[in-house]
């Protein structure tokens, strides 16, 4: 019993946390997750029996896999796991984000990926604004996949916003496009996204793009690499 006690509480500790990065609400992890918010309150207080159906739709609306919210940390992997930057993937095909992660797990990248499925959001969680405003800046992703057919508002729209902020233009933007060719693509280029990954074939060109980019796979916070 005191096991599970643990256990119930250990998990609603990792939700708490992930949430509160997110800087996203109860009552909206709630909406996200299709559960009702005095059940997410009381999964944050260690005082609710899990079944493995909310467990994964919980993992699924924080954007990380059921394993990451149940692996023991030590302090010092604590402290590296809150060290560690965000991957943001804008994409609104499902198969193609199931594709994208595919490839993550393969190459063992173990960054957290955030996923957002239209280019509104986008820019809410890359400037901290919107449903993201309690975000801080230093909490923005290290690097953006960005599908170029984003509904509300268009990939290269989202392109031009961040690449036109003094904030963020250094941001490293990798789109994701149907084809190599067209005035789509060579407008991302000439906006200044750093590559670009023909869908659905390349995502394996991932793995080579990253390197070019001068990150590891365990993508840290640049004062950190540095100081390392």
Same mark, same amino acid.
Request: proline content about 4%; cysteine-free.
């Given at each position: 019993m005191m096991m599970l006690v !643990?256990?119930? $509480?250990?998990?609603?500790?990792?939700?708490?946390?992930r949430r509160?990065?997110? =800087?996203?609400?109860q009552e909206e992890l709630a909406g996200r997750a299709g559960l009702h918010r005095t059940y997410v309150a009381d999964v944050e207080r260690g005082a609710r029996n899990l079944s493995l159906g909310s467990i994964a739709k919980l993992a699924d609306a924080l954007g &990380?896999?059921?394993?990451? @919210?149940?692996?023991?940390?030590?302090?010092?992997?604590?402290?590296?796991? !809150?060290e560690m930057v965000e991957i943001l993937l804008a994409e609104n095909n499902p198969i193609d984000v199931k594709l994208t992660l595919k490839t993550f797990e393969t190459a063992n990248l173990i960054n957290p990926v955030h996923i957002v499925r239209d280019g509104e959001e986008a820019l809410e969680?890359?400037? =901290?604004s919107g449903r993201y405003a309690r975000r801080k800046d230093q909490d923005r992703p290290l690097l953006v996949l960005?599908? @170029?057919? @984003?509904?509300?508002v268009s990939g290269l729209k989202v392109l031009r916003q961040i690449k036109a902020s003094e904030q963020t233009r250094t941001l490293p933007v990798v789109v994701l496009t149907d084809s190599r060719r067209g005035p789509e @693509?060579? !407008?991302?280029?000439?906006?200044?996204? !750093?590559?670009?990954?023909?869908?659905p074939t390349q995502f394996d060109r991932f793995?080579?793009? &990253?390197?070019?980019?001068?990150m $590891?796979?365990?993508l840290l916070h640049p004062v950190h690499a540095t100081a390392a």
């Open positions: !643990e256990l119930q $509480s250990s998990f609603g500790a990792a939700v708490r946390t509160k990065k997110l =800087g996203i609400s &990380v896999s059921i394993a990451a @919210l149940f692996s023991p940390e030590s302090d010092a992997a604590h402290h590296a796991q !809150e969680f890359v400037f =901290g960005l599908d @170029l057919k @984003l509904p509300k @693509l060579a !407008e991302s280029l000439r906006l200044g996204a !750093e590559a670009y990954i023909v869908k793995a080579r793009i &990253v390197p070019q980019l001068a $590891s796979w365990a």
